[in-house]
Nanobody, 115 residues
Framework: QVQLVESGGGLVQAGGSLRLSCAAS????????MGWYRQAPGKQRELVAQ???????NYSDSMKGRFTISRDNAKNTVYSQMNSLKPEDTAVYYC?????????WGQGTQVTVSS
């Protein structure tokens, strides 16, 4: 089992920045892939960004250039630095990790971007 605790969400004006954190209950060197997803009201959950144990990253096209995913193995934490936020980025952001072919989700953190 892997428990995930997200933090860093909140209310920000358009053009502002937030940094989300996701702390895992196990050493993340044992985790294959860590990522962030988001779900806006009435929409499907979608990928924001992923990072592998080897450090390879993958971003959704709408986030490229604005979001940066990173991981700190010493702190068992993955981060999402979100810049130039837009009102359409408003959503609940979820941390997701895959370990031993099993996916685990965090409880989600709300990000609201005002225009």
């Amino acid at each position: 089992q892997v428990q995930l605790v997200e933090s860093g969400g909140g209310l920000v004006q358009a053009g502002g920045s937030l940094r989300l954190s996701c702390a895992a209950s196990v050493g993340i060197f044992t985790i294959n892939t860590m990522g962030w997803y988001r779900q806006a009201p009435g929409k499907q959950r979608e990928l924001v960004a992923q990072i592998t144990s080897g450090g390879r990253t993958n971003y959704s096209d709408s986030m490229k250039g604005r979001f940066t995913i990173s991981r700190d193995n010493a702190k068992n934490t993955v981060y999402s630095q979100m810049n130039s936020l837009k009102p359409e980025d408003t959503a609940v952001y979820y941390c997701r990790v895959v370990r031993d072919f099993t996916a685990y989700w965090g409880q989600g953190t709300q990000v609201t971007v005002s225009s």
